[in-house]
């Protein structure tokens, strides 16, 4: 997800990894448990949360930078609070509310398109953290979204998919314009 004119963070041993853009057939793959916590997990864990602050965005899912795993990371902070970056590793919905909340959601694969999107507004979430252990949360608002967000990417969903197909369809033609235009700029 994307937070328009978010902090940066600057760190050493981290590196931005370019982010797919829709449409891409990773972009639409369910995607394996990560199977064991190991160095080039953490290294991944790591430049997802550059990546992903560097975008600037909310959330960011492995496929967004085709590491076909598991693995999220987020940061829900309120924009001048203190940042809050989370690694979520197999994070999964375990209960979802009856109400449900619209919210306008973007994503970095899908830039500068916005839509409204209804999901549940409260979720309970379990997931492993960096460390190996079990971690979970109950989540409202902005958490809520952007965990869903993200676990969707994990399947193969994109926010797009929640759309009417006219609307789907018109923000696709557009992501392969820009796609196309960004190819002929780099040669
Ligand atoms: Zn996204």
């Not at 492995?62 to 076909?68: I, L, R, S, T």
């Not at 209804?118 to 958490?143: I, K, N």
Request: net charge negative; glycine share 8%.
């Amino acid at each position: 997800m994307l937070r328009p004119g978010g902090a940066w963070i600057t760190s050493t041993g981290m590196t931005i990894r370019p982010i797919l853009i829709h449409p891409d057939p990773r972009l639409k793959k369910t995607v394996d448990p990560v199977a064991e916590i190991t160095d080039e997990i953490r290294q991944l864990a790591d430049d997802m949360l550059a990546t992903m602050y560097d975008a600037p965005g909310i959330g960011l899912a492995g496929p967004q930078v085709a590491a076909m795993t598991r693995i999220i990371t987020m940061d829900c902070a309120p924009k001048d609070g203190e940042p809050d970056p989370m690694v979520l590793i197999n994070p999964e919905i375990v209960w979802s509310s009856e109400e449900m909340n619209t919210y306008e959601e973007g994503c970095l694969s899908i830039p500068e398109m916005y839509a409204d999107v209804e999901r549940p507004a409260e979720v309970e979430v379990r997931w492993t953290t960096l460390e190996g252990g079990d971690a979970s949360a109950r989540w409202g608002g902005l958490h809520a979204t952007c965990v869903q967000h993200e676990i969707d990417h994990l399947n193969g969903k994109l926010f797009i998919d929640y759309l009417k197909p006219l609307k789907r369809q018109m923000i696709t033609r557009k992501m392969v314009k820009l796609k196309r235009e960004r190819a002929r700029a780099e040669g």
